[in-house]
Each structure stands twice: as structure tokens, then as C-alpha cells.
T-cell receptor, first 114, second 112 residues
Framework: GAVVSQHPSWVICKSGTSVKIECRSLDFQATTMFWYRQFPKQSLMLMATSNEGSKATYEQGVEKDKFLINHASLTLSTLTVTSAHPEDSSFYIC??????????FGPGTRLTVT | KQEVTQIPAALSVPEGENLVLNCSFTDSAIYNLQWFRQDPGKGLTSLLLIQSSQREQTSGRLNASLDKSSGRSTLYIAASQPGDSATYLCAVEETSGSRLTFGEGTQLTVNP
């Protein structure tokens, strides 16, 4: 099956700093990538949808200037959490799709902001 | 706005028991429905995907059914094992290639 990777798998950063999370589709070209966030004991909530070469579409309540998404190629999307705060600590999961097919999920990135 | 609900929120069963997890969604105009498994601190493992035109899908000890008109799906696990312990999530995709809307999940514990 298709493989999606995320890097890093786990990151700790200090409050006020920025951290970048990468999502890669390893064996297919992803026309669309999705970024989800999952707080402890809660379900996944969509943050934004990104299509290659265009600006991401953010869900209501998600600050686009805080969560910068870049989908520069068909195999890579990045999520940058700017000026991170402890409340941004969460599990971030990306998924990728090549169109009208199944979405494939990455293994997730656990962000802890101290 | 699509809402997905899963019942029960948690379930604890002895090994060997057959069990059913329930998922309901408010808007029946879906493209497909998917069941996932999530182990603590880990990502998602896709278990079964049911297209809107299908009634059920089977994989090993797992069987998922879909009743689109009533907005319901069930995941049946036969002869449960301790290794089945995890959180099970259902998610619906409303149009092809669009976002998934997830339920809150059912946390399953299978006791040896």
C-alpha cells in the first residue's frame, strides 16, 4: 500500500519558537494533503487542506498565520507552528491522497511545547 | 455540518468474545466510510473502507457494514484477542478526495 512519512516523529520546543513538521508521500504523488490535530483522548480534527502549488484552505478557528502550510511539490507538505505556545502541544497527523482514492495517513508527530 | 458519533466510548471484554462497535453520521450523502485502529501514541491504521454503494466489507475477523440511508455503520470483531486492544475510529468522506470527519472513537480493551 501507499506510504506516508512524517518527520520528526517527536519534538520538544520552547515557548515562542517555531517548529516545522514534514509530511511526505513516499511512493505516490499526492495532489492533496490534509493536516489533522489530535488532543489527548480526543478525535482527529482537520486543520487545513493543501493542494500542490496553491494556498492551503484552513478550517474555521485555525489561525493561518500561526500554522503555516506549504505544499511545494507533489510529495511534500510542511506544517510550521510559529511562536509555539504550550496549548499547541498536540499530536499532528497528515494524510495524503492522489485524487479519488483512499487517504493514506502518516504516523503522526507529537509536539510538546515547554 | 457532518457529525460522526461512536458508541460506546469505551468497552472492556474478555478474550474470545464477539463484539460490535457502532458509528452513526448525520448526513447520509457520503462518498465512503472508513474504520481505523489507533494504538496509544501512534498513528492510524486503516482497517476497512466501505464505498457508499457497498453494504459491507470483510477482512479476517473484522466485518464492517454500512446502512447509508439510516446513517449507521457497525464494526464486528469476531473472537476478540488482547492484541485487538486499541481505539477504533470511524470516519466519513463526503466527496471524493475530500476531508474525513472522524468520530470520537471507541476505546477497546480485551482482557486475557
Amino acid at each position: 500500500g501507499a506510504v506516508v512519512s512524517q518527520h520528526p516523529s517527536w519534538v520538544i520546543c520552547k515557548s515562542g519558537t517555531s517548529v516545522k513538521i514534514e509530511c511526505r508521500s513516499l511512493d505516490f504523488q499526492a495532489t492533496t494533503m490534509f493536516w489533522y490535530r489530535q488532543f489527548p483522548k480526543q478525535s482527529l480534527m482537520l486543520m487545513a487542506t493543501s493542494n500542490e502549488g496553491s494556498k492551503a484552505t484552513y478550517e474555521q478557528g485555525v489561525e493561518k498565520d500561526k500554522f503555516l502550510i506549504n505544499h511545494a511539490s507533489l510529495t511534500l507538505s510542511t506544517l510550521t507552528v510559529t511562536s509555539a505556545h504550550p496549548e499547541d502541544s498536540s499530536f499532528y497527523i497528515c494524510s495524503a491522497t492522489a485524487g479519488p482514492y483512499e487517504q493514506y495517513f502518516g504516523p503522526g508527530t507529537r509536539l510538546t511545547v515547554t | 455540518k457532518q457529525e460522526v458519533t461512536q458508541i460506546p466510548a469505551a468497552l472492556s471484554v474478555p478474550e474470545g468474545e464477539n463484539l460490535v462497535l457502532n458509528c452513526s453520521f448525520t448526513d447520509s450523502a457520503i462518498y465512503n466510510l472508513q474504520w481505523f485502529r489507533q494504538d496509544p501514541g501512534k498513528g492510524l491504521t486503516s482497517l476497512l473502507l466501505i464505498q457508499s454503494s457497498q453494504r459491507e466489507q470483510t477482512s479476517g475477523r473484522l466485518n464492517a457494514s454500512l446502512d447509508k440511508s439510516s446513517g449507521r455503520s457497525t464494526l464486528y470483531i469476531a473472537a476478540s484477542q488482547p492484541g485487538d486492544s486499541a481505539t477504533y475510529l470511524c470516519a466519513v468522506e463526503e466527496t471524493s478526495g475530500s476531508r474525513l470527519t472522524f468520530g470520537e472513537g471507541t476505546q477497546l480493551t480485551v482482557n486475557p
